[in-house]
């Protein structure tokens, strides 16, 4: 069965430091893989979704960039947080079968305070 | 573009009695439709989805939605709600993406607090 994991599952970060979130899935084979953050008490915000290797899409322009160095590999990087960055970061993936259309599947998250 | 409304920002049942979770939605084609639940502090878990056929559909944990297509909605019911069903709950659209990315576009929640 497909698991995705994500660590580290809770950061705590001053302003202007880096970050790197990660995000891996097993048992599946080219996932297309996503990035969301939710905020405090709001609904979740896609920020980067992958369908390959090396192709990485944004779809809100901000301080946080994503690659995807392997097959089941996302990661989300930032090289000086903002205090806006503080919020629930949650990996995804999916398949999208030949004809259709596939459900999305949740990591665990990861609880970033900025301070 | 696509959109999702749950107009419910919070509710509180209780245990025992029966829930419905309002969800309207925009979109120019054939909807893909979800409703996924949080607890907190966790990744959000997939209830239930809706891509075609019977508009009633059936899901996890007892739950159920019922897409209505002249109304736009998809709202998520249960006949009778446990304390373990305090959660956020989401309403997704499924949009068509770029290189066949699945995109979902997600309401802003509906906080479901269950009364003793």
């Known amino acids: 069965s497909q698991t995705i994991h994500q660590w580290p599952a809770t950061l705590v970060q001053p302003v202007g430091s880096p970050l790197s979130l990660e995000c891996t899935v097993e048992?599946?084979?080219?996932?297309?893989l996503y990035w969301y953050r939710q905020a405090a008490g709001r609904g979740l915000q896609l920020l980067f979704y992958?369908?390959?290797?090396?192709?990485i899409s944004s779809e809100v322009p901000q301080n946080l960039s994503a690659s995807r160095p392997q097959d089941r590999q996302f990661i989300l990087s930032s090289k000086k947080l903002l205090l806006s960055d503080s919020g629930f970061y949650l990996c995804?993936?999916?398949?999208?079968?030949?004809?259709?259309?596939?459900?999305?599947?949740f990591g665990p998250g990861t609880r970033l305070t900025v301070l | 573009a696509q959109s999702v409304t749950q107009p419910d920002i919070h509710i509180t049942v209780s245990e025992g009695a029966s829930l419905e979770l309002r969800c309207n939605y925009s979109?120019?084609?054939?909807?893909?439709l979800f409703w996924y639940v949080q607890s907190p502090g966790q990744g959000l878990q997939l209830l239930l989805k809706?891509?075609?056929?019977?508009?009633l559909v059936q899901g996890i944990k007892g739950f159920e939605a019922e897409f209505k297509r002249s109304q736009s909605s998809f709202n998520l019911r249960k006949p009778s709600v446990h304390w373990s069903d305090a959660a956020e709950y989401f309403c997704?659209?499924?949009?068509?993406?770029?290189?066949?990315?699945?995109?979902?576009?997600f309401g802003s929640g509906t906080r479901l607090s269950i009364r003793p």
């Open positions: 979109y120019g084609a054939t909807p893909y």
């Open positions: 992958s369908v390959g290797i090396g192709q």
């Open positions: 048992g599946t084979s080219n996932p297309n």
């Open positions: 995804a993936w999916s398949v999208f079968p030949p004809g259709g259309y596939n459900e999305q599947f």
């Open positions: 997704a659209v499924g949009a068509r993406g770029y290189s066949s990315a699945s995109k979902i576009i």
């Open positions: 809706y891509f075609s056929g019977d508009t």
